[in-house]
Structure formats: C-alpha cells, structure tokens
C-alpha cells in the first residue's frame, strides 16, 4: 500500500482521501489554513474564517451526479451531510414547467442543498471519523524530486522525467510515493513544477469570464418561498440563481460579465442589487428573508482553466496528480465543480487499483487518459457553454439578439423543456451530467422536436428587461 499525501482538505481532498483510504493507502491530508470547521452549522457558515476556500460563501448547490456518486462511494459522506442538516431536493420538482408528480426513476434528480460551510464541516468529520489525517496549518511550498523512471519521453534530461517523492512545507516535509494537488483554483502547481526543472504546463484558460454577487437569507418560517422557480434564469445580461440551502437559508445570485461595468459598479449596492434580483418574475418574496451574509458577496473573474499537464500520454513529472479544481476549474454557474471534483477522485482511486504506485509513468498516463475520456468532454462542453452564454450577454447589452446555430440549438432544448415534461427530464439529465443523457437528447424524436423550435427562439430576444429598464431599475 503506497504513502499518499493529499494537499488541500476541502471537499476535493478529503474526498480523494477517504476514497484511497478505504483502499488501505496511508492518507496525509495537508492544509494551510489553520482552524478546523465548527461542528455546529451556524458558527461554521458565521465565524469559521476558511481564506483557503475563497468561495465559501458564494452560492453552491452540487449536481445530481454528485450524489449520485456520494451515495455509491461515499456513503458515510452523505449521511455526515445530511445529519447536519443539508437538505435531500429534486431538482425537478421547482421548475414552474415540470408537471408533477415524481415518477419512479426521478430520484436520480435528488441532490443536496446545503452552504458549503455545512458540506465542508460533514466531510472533516467523515475524514477524521475515518483516521485521516490532517495537517492543519500546513503551508505546502513545493515539490521534493528525483530522477524519475526511464521514459520514452524524457526532454532535456534524457529518458527520465522528474519523480515526486515528496512536499516541502513550512513544518519541514513530508514523504511520500505519491502526492495529490487539491488545492483548488489557485493551486501554485506551475511554479512548484518549475522549481524541480519541469517546463512549465500550459494553462488553457478563458479570457473572460462572470461575475457572482450572491447573498444567502434565512426565511421567517425556516421554509423556503414554496413557489414554483427555476433555480437558474438566464435572463438577458444578467442571470439568477435561487438556491435552497440547509437550515431555512437560501441564496439569492446575481451574474453578469465580469467586463460588464456598468453593472459591475451598480450590482456592489444592496439596494441596486435588490432591484435588480425584483426584475426577476417571482423573486420579490425570495427577499423577504433576513440576510445571513455579510453584505453582497462578489467574486470575479469566474472561467474555465484547464492544466495541460495531463493532456499528453508523455508525462512532464511523475509521483504526481492534480484532482479537481487543481485540475480544471469550469464556469460555475453550470454548477459542475463538485460532481467533475468527486468523478476525478474516483478515476485516481481505480487507476491505482489497476497500476498501484510501483509504475509511476503507467499510473500517471493511465490517469491522463482516464481524465481526457471521462471529463474532457464535458470541460470542452463547459468551455462551450461560457463563451455562447458571455457573447449572448454582450449581445443583449448591445441590444440585439445573438444568433449562433449551437446556441441556439440549447436554448430550443430549454425552451421545449418548458413545454413538455420528458424534455425537461432530458434536458435536466443532460445538465446535471447523468449517464444516459447523451443518448436520450441525440433519440431522432427529440433531436426532430428541438429542431423545429430553433426558427422560434431565433426570432426572440432571452426573456426579461431591456438592457435600458435593467440600468434605470438599478440607478434609481
Ligand atoms: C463562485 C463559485 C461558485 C461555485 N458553485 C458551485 C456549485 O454550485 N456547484 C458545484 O459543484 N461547484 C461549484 N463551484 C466549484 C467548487 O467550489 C469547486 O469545484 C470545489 O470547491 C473544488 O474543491 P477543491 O477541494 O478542489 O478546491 P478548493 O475548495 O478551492 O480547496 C482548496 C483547498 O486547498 C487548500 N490549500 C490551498 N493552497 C494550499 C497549500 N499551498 N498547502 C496546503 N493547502 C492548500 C485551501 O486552503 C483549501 O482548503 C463553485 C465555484 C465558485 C468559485
């Protein structure tokens, strides 16, 4: 069984390490900042100070997928979650076209709704319910290296590629036969790479990105509005996002283009932002509740930026993963970071079964290949989705509708979905990244019925205001 040192003790690291430490490996869990999560949910979304996971309070709510994939793997996770207090929902059932009821078979749309405080503090739990450990207040600085193994493909150094052996961190080091980056979106792989003589990985990341100004409330009642809502609006300029959280919280999202300045300077304003969440069709009653955040939260800058390490068979360094975010980061408003994070987990755990740490160039080529093949596509899709969304955004503030075959192709399956429940189903399954989809959407009925609604939503503008009503809402 190998020595595994896992960098990051978020939900992306302590997934990874609970699923390599069901296999018996010997899990080091490595983090940075110091304090560990309050076990009750309201200190930990209130007084937990988490700089590490610069999200942590903006709006999350993970995929079906993700749970589905929890359940099977993680079984202990989901039920540490749930016993805290995050919230079982069918993301089928709010949508205003979905025609109840439930059937056999839509518990598949079943996610969890919780802050991310919430998840954070039930997966520590799991983990040190399960004897990891982890290092807290363990800055990770940089890589320990050998000569790695004889490649084909070793570059300037002859046939050999640098080996991971181990970390250096503030606290000395740690050892180690393989070393996992989870250490989220702003992982400093890159220059710790450089440090040990291997050229730089290629970052291929968006030029342009969203902006989140999120708020969570607490309602009255502790129920959230019991209104029909679709939990995302795409709408124009700006979208929304309503999300039911744990303990009778919700959040409220406002996202526009983070080069969107005129919005950028109004949306930082509570009031401005208030109005503008009312433009929204049935969202005044979301404001109802008492805000449980600290004014508007914002963060920019939200693309996608994928690490071209393990885009090749030829390995750049051995003795070395990047999982989740470390990865890639994809635009989160489709909602895919944790479920992408949770898949990426699980293809490490099997290519170990399969090649254990004894073949490091094997292992690291097997991951690569695993990772192309089973996310590579749904980054590509992802990266898709950001660039057709942000020019339709421009378009919107140009004044004009933006017409592109693709997009509007997506945007017929959206509008057929809220006209027929298999639709929706299909096109939910898609979203939310469930097996099967794939085929479902390409059934010719389907493919026949979306293409027949394209000439409609090519003639029409995203519902919701004028670019001009959104700015005189906003300044008044
Ligand atoms: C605004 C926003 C909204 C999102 N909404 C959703 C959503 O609705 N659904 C969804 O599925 N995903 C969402 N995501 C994506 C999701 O947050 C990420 O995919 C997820 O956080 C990835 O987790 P991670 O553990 O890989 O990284 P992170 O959560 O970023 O954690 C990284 C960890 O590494 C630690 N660390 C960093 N550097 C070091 C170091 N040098 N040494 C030791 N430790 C270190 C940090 O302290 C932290 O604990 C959202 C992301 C953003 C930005």
């Not at 989705?385 to 592109?404: F, I, K, V």
Request: with cysteine.
């Amino acid at each position: 069984m190998a020595r595994i040192v896992v960098l990051g003790a978020a939900l992306g690291g302590l997934q990874t390490a609970l699923l390599v430490a069901q296999d018996g490996h010997e899990v080091t869990v490595l983090e940075r900042d110091p304090r560990p999560p309050p076990l009750d949910a309201k200190p930990a979304w209130s007084r937990w100070p988490r700089p590490g996971i610069a999200q942590l309070r903006q709006t999350h709510l993970p995929l079906a997928r993700w749970l589905q994939l929890a359940e099977a793997h993680l079984p202990d996770l989901v039920r540490e979650m749930t016993e805290a207090g995050a919230v079982r929902m069918n993301v089928l059932a709010p949508e205003p076209a979905f025609r109840g009821p439930l059937m056999a078979g839509d518990e598949r749309f079943d996610t969890l709704a919780a802050r991310r405080s919430l998840l954070e503090a039930a997966a520590t739990r799991t983990a040190e319910n399960a004897g990891i450990r982890i290092g807290r207040g363990t800055v990770c600085r940089g890589l320990r290296s050998s000569p790695g193994p004889r490649t084909p493909y070793g570059g300037a150094s002859g046939d050999r590629v640098p080996h991971v052996t181990g970390v250096e961190t503030d606290a000395g080091g740690s050892k180690a036969d393989l070393v996992v980056d989870c250490t989220g979106r702003r992982s400093q792989l890159p220059s710790w790479l450089r440090d040990i003589g291997v050229p730089c990985p290629v970052d291929e990341s968006g030029r342009r990105g969203f902006t989140y100004y999120s708020q969570y409330f607490r309602s009255a009642d502790g129920a959230i509005p019991t209104d029909r809502f679709p939990l995302v609006v795409e709408h124009g300029s700006l979208g929304l996002l309503r999300i039911p959280a744990d303990h009778g919280t919700y959040s409220l999202c406002l996202i526009s283009r983070s080069d969107d300045e005129q919005l950028r300077r109004a949306l930082r304003n509570e009031r401005a932002w208030s109005a503008a969440v009312r433009l929204f069709p049935g969202a005044d009653r979301w404001l109802d509740g008492r805000p449980v955040t600290d004014g508007i939260q914002i963060m920019a800058g939200l693309t996608d930026r994928k690490r071209l390490l393990y885009d090749t068979q030829h390995p750049l360094v051995t003795g070395l993963m990047a999982v989740g975010d470390a990865w890639a980061i994809t635009t989160p408003t489709v909602g895919r970071g944790l479920a992408m994070s949770l898949q990426h987990s699980l293809l490490l755990r099997d290519i170990l079964r399969r090649t254990g740490t004894a073949h490091p160039v094997e292992l690291v080529t097997g991951f690569a290949e695993a990772t192309r093949n089973s996310l590579g596509r749904i980054y590509e899709q992802t990266t898709a989705y950001t660039r057709h969304r942000l020019s339709e955004m421009d378009a919107h503030t140009a004044g004009t509708p933006y017409r592109n075959p693709d997009w509007n192709r997506a945007k017929a399956l959206a509008l057929l979905a809220q006209r027929d429940t298999d639709a929706l189903r299909a096109e939910r399954a898609a979203a939310h990244l469930l097996p099967g989809a794939r085929e479902v959407l390409a059934a010719p009925a389907l493919a026949n019925a979306v293409t027949r609604l394209v000439p409609e939503v090519e003639r029409r503008m995203p519902p919701g205001p004028s670019r001009a009503d959104l700015l005189k809402a906003i300044e008044a």
